[in-house]
């Protein structure tokens, strides 16, 4: 079939990688209804082992991965000395239904990054919630491991909601008693807004778990819609993606705003 778009080519370039097929049928086995369940695609070299490590999550849509997204994972690495991050994709989000990329070949982009980071791990998770993921990261690593998500302001807003609570506190307590969380700013929020979010009165008293980071603004403002609009009319993202999506696509940079292919 010919691409229409270069979003239909990398669509088609995953789909005929020979993990492709494995991870769909990954994904498909995954149960949103039962209890909740993450499962290991790639293992950092070393992996947490020991108890009382730190490990990043971040866990996102990644439809595509951005610079904005690999930014903040490498930064945060290093400025809070953590031994092992993880690049989650979550099979249920509780906002975004799946259109774009299939959820395989998100896998499969997020996968070819992080091979080049010796201390990521990979994998996907059956629930959106934090409080899910919290539960089902602890079966898999040792007793005693600090979790720290990475997030950016919109998903911050998100987890307070208490839309998303049977009851609120009590949830987020035991979310809070296990994990920390990383924030972003974003084109939208600096980290005076982080601040003041945080210092609401009804959820102060979970302000000494969050911490923010800060990006440079041409990372704060990258996104992935951009990504897919500019796929979608065939012009340049070098400027927006790691180098590991342009060798997927096998793309040439160019000066005139359009993207070659070959």
Same mark, same amino acid.
């Given at each position: 079939?010919?691409?229409?778009s $270069?979003?239909?080519?990398?669509?088609?370039?995953?789909?005929?990688?020979?993990?492709?097929? !494995? *991870?769909?049928?990954?994904?498909?086995?995954l149960?949103?209804?039962?209890?909740?369940?993450?499962?290991?695609?790639?293992?950092?070299?070393?992996?947490? $082992?020991?108890?009382?490590?730190? =490990?990043?999550? #971040?866990s996102?849509?990644?439809?595509?991965?951005? $610079?904005?997204?690999?930014?903040m %994972?490498?930064?945060?690495?290093?400025?809070?000395? $953590?031994?092992?991050?993880?690049?989650?994709?979550?099979?249920?989000?509780?906002?975004k239904s @799946?259109?774009?990329?299939p959820?395989?070949?998100?896998?499969?982009? %997020?996968?070819?990054?992080?091979?080049?980071?010796?201390?990521?791990? @990979?994998?996907?998770?059956?629930?959106g !919630?934090?409080? /899910?993921? %919290?539960?089902?990261?602890?079966s898999?690593?040792?007793? /005693?491991?600090?979790?720290?998500?990475?997030?950016?302001?919109d &998903?911050?807003?998100?987890?307070? /909601?208490?839309? +998303? *609570?049977?009851?609120?506190?009590?949830?987020?307590?035991?979310? #809070?008693?296990?994990?920390?969380?990383?924030?972003?700013?974003?084109?939208?929020?600096d980290?005076?807004?982080?601040?003041? #979010?945080?210092a609401?009165?009804?959820?102060?008293? *979970?302000?000494? *778990?969050?911490?923010?980071? =800060?990006?440079?603004?041409? +990372?704060?403002?990258?996104s992935?819609?951009? @990504? !897919?609009e500019?796929?979608?009319?065939?012009?340049?993202?070098?400027?927006?993606?790691p180098?590991s999506?342009? &060798?997927?696509?096998?793309?040439?940079?160019?000066?005139n705003?359009k993207a070659?292919?070959?």
């Open positions: 079939m010919m691409a229409n $270069l979003l239909d080519l990398l669509i088609q370039k995953c789909e005929s990688h020979p993990d492709y097929g !494995r *991870y769909t049928e990954l994904f498909n086995r149960d949103p209804s039962a209890p909740p369940q993450i499962e290991l695609v790639q293992r950092a070299a070393p992996p947490i $082992l020991m108890r009382g490590k730190k =490990l990043g999550i #971040f996102g849509s990644f439809n595509p991965l951005t $610079l904005a997204h690999t930014q %994972v490498e930064d945060t690495v290093a400025k809070y000395e $953590l031994d092992e991050l993880l690049l989650l994709l979550a099979k249920a989000n509780v906002d @799946v259109f774009g990329l959820l395989a070949a998100r896998l499969l982009t %997020v996968r070819k990054y992080a091979e080049s980071q010796q201390a990521f791990s @990979v994998g996907v998770s059956s629930h !919630r934090y409080i /899910d993921k %919290v539960v089902a990261l602890k898999i690593f040792p007793p /005693d491991t600090e979790f720290h998500f990475i997030v950016g302001y &998903t911050l807003v998100r987890i307070f /909601d208490t839309k +998303y *609570y049977t009851d609120f506190h009590a949830e987020l307590q035991e979310v #809070f008693a296990s994990a920390r969380f990383i924030v972003a700013n974003r084109a939208e929020a980290i005076q807004t982080i601040a003041s #979010f945080m609401q009165s009804n959820i102060r008293q *979970y302000a000494a *778990y969050v911490s923010s980071l =800060l990006l440079p603004d041409v +990372y704060a403002y990258m992935s819609t951009e @990504v !897919r500019l796929l979608a009319r065939g012009e340049a993202i070098e400027h927006l993606v180098p999506i342009l &060798t997927m696509l096998d793309v040439c940079p160019s000066n705003k070659h292919i070959g």
